[in-house]
């Protein structure tokens, strides 16, 4: 089993539908959860941090945490072709390690 | 308001030659990290460091050392460029709680 899952979609969504990306992670000692936003030929950027069970919300992001299954997801409300790009998960593990996903591209069709 | 520097955006570099990455963070981080990012890959952790002069071994060091002489500044060094390496090289930092903010990239090509 990989360390962090993530769908590597691509995962279309029209303008102004709410996006969902999942991602599982096996360390159940994990306490660190973030999400990047990478465009195209771009870096990553950070976007989302969640560090406790629940929603966290930022503008028209929504990041939910559920260790117990340990999953958690990005929800993006009324998505724009701007939210176009790849979103990568990242998991701070027990032993003090950041291991990413392999990432979800979306593409938001106007 | 750019706090990661890689030095060159684009890079291009003759088989066997010995090349220097360099990334500098203005953000006081103890913890700075080199990865490169291919396609179908994912990021690939090469090095890391978590304090000035140290450093550490990532998943996929073969070919390739580091220095950390000043706590801003964290170089990655290929000794002998082969074509194999041609790829995205991302530079990171971090304190210990929060995510990464990552530098904007070197494209290197191995010719």
């Known amino acids: 089993q990989k360390e962090v899952e993530q769908n590597s979609g691509p995962l279309s969504v029209p303008e102004g539908a709410i996006a969902s990306l999942n991602c599982t992670y096996s360390?159940?000692?994990?306490?660190?959860f973030f999400w990047y936003r990478q465009y195209s030929g771009k870096s990553p950027e950070l976007i989302m941090s969640?560090?406790?069970?629940g929603d966290k919300e930022d503008g028209r992001f929504t990041a939910q945490l559920n260790k117990a299954s340990q999953y958690v997801s990005l929800l993006i409300r009324d998505s724009q072709p701007s939210d176009s790009a790849t979103y990568l998960c990242a998991v701070k593990t027990s032993y003090d390690k950041v291991i990413f996903g392999p990432g979800t591209s979306l593409s938001v069709i106007p | 308001d750019v706090k990661v520097t890689q030095s060159s955006r684009y890079l291009v570099k003759r088989t066997g030659e010995k090349v220097f990455l360099e990334c500098v963070q203005d953000m006081d981080h103890e913890n700075m990290f080199w990865y490169r990012q291919d396609p179908g890959l994912g990021l690939r952790l090469i090095y890391f460091s978590y304090d000035v002069k140290m450093k550490e071994k990532g998943d996929i060091p073969e070919g390739y050392s580091v220095s950390r002489e000043k706590k801003e500044r964290f170089s990655l060094i290929l000794e002998s460029a082969s074509t194999n390496q041609t790829s995205m090289y991302l530079c990171?930092?971090?304190?210990?709680?929060?995510?990464?903010?990552f530098g904007s990239g070197t494209r290197l090509t191995v010719v």
């Open positions: 990171a930092s971090s304190d210990r709680v929060h995510g990464y903010t």
């Open positions: 969640i560090y406790s069970n």
């Open positions: 360390d159940r000692g994990s306490q660190s």
